[in-house]
Each structure stands twice: as structure tokens, then as C-alpha cells.
């Protein structure tokens, strides 16, 4: 079993800066890759980032050279630096992993760019 539970979300204008959390507990241990996904209303929940326990990354092209995803040294934390921020970025952020074949997520945090 694994918690996950994010913060850092909020109300930020058009390139500006946010640093989103997401803290795990539970069997951390195991936790292998973990990502960042959102959506936005009306749209299709996307991924935005993950990160493997090695560290390896992915992006989508659209938060490429914007947002960094990493990890914290504990296996317990995960974070998304987003830069430039544009109003296309307005979503709710959540984050998940996979454990044994099943999905965790965390409830969410809502990031809103204003023009």
C-alpha cells in the first residue's frame, strides 16, 4: 500500500514559477517509477513527467525545457519544478505510482496560470 499526497499548487500569472510536492508513505520501498499527470477541465487527463528510481525522465513535449521532475534522496518525495508557466498549464496536478500491478494516486492539487 501506498499514500500519496500533494502540495504546492495555487494561483500564479504567466511565467511565473511553481514547485509542486508529492510525499508518499507506505511501502516506499518498493516505489519504482512515479509520475505527474493533469487535467484540465473539459480535457483528458495527460501525463505531464516521471521519473524512474534511477532517475531516468520523461516529458511531454509541450512542458519540455519548463518543468524538471525529480526525487527526493528518501524514495519518499517527488517534484515538479514548473517554470515559464502559461495559462495552458492550468489543471489539476496529481501524482501516482505502481505497486504490484496497481495504481496509487494522490488527491490532486489545483495549478491555475492566469494571463
Known amino acids: 500500500q501506498v499514500q500519496l499526497v500533494e502540495s504546492g499548487g495555487g494561483l500564479v500569472q504567466t511565467g511565473g514559477s511553481l514547485r509542486l510536492s508529492c510525499a508518499a508513505s507506505?511501502?516506499?520501498?518498493?516505489?519504482?517509477?512515479m509520475g505527474w499527470y493533469r487535467q484540465a477541465p473539459g480535457k483528458q487527463r495527460e501525463l505531464v513527467a516521471s521519473?524512474?528510481?534511477?532517475?531516468?525522465?520523461n516529458y511531454a513535449d509541450s512542458v519540455k525545457g519548463r518543468f524538471t521532475v525529480s526525487r527526493g534522496n528518501a524514495n519518499n518525495t517527488m517534484y515538479l519544478q514548473m517554470n515559464s508557466l502559461k495559462p495552458e498549464d492550468t489543471a489539476i496536478y496529481s501524482c501516482?505510482?505502481?505497486?504490484?500491478?496497481?495504481?496509487?494516486w494522490g488527491q490532486g492539487t489545483q495549478v491555475t496560470v492566469s494571463s
Open positions: 507506505g511501502s516506499i520501498f518498493r516505489i519504482g517509477v
Open positions: 521519473i524512474s528510481s534511477g532517475g531516468s525522465t
Open positions: 501516482t505510482t505502481i505497486l504490484f500491478g496497481r495504481a496509487y
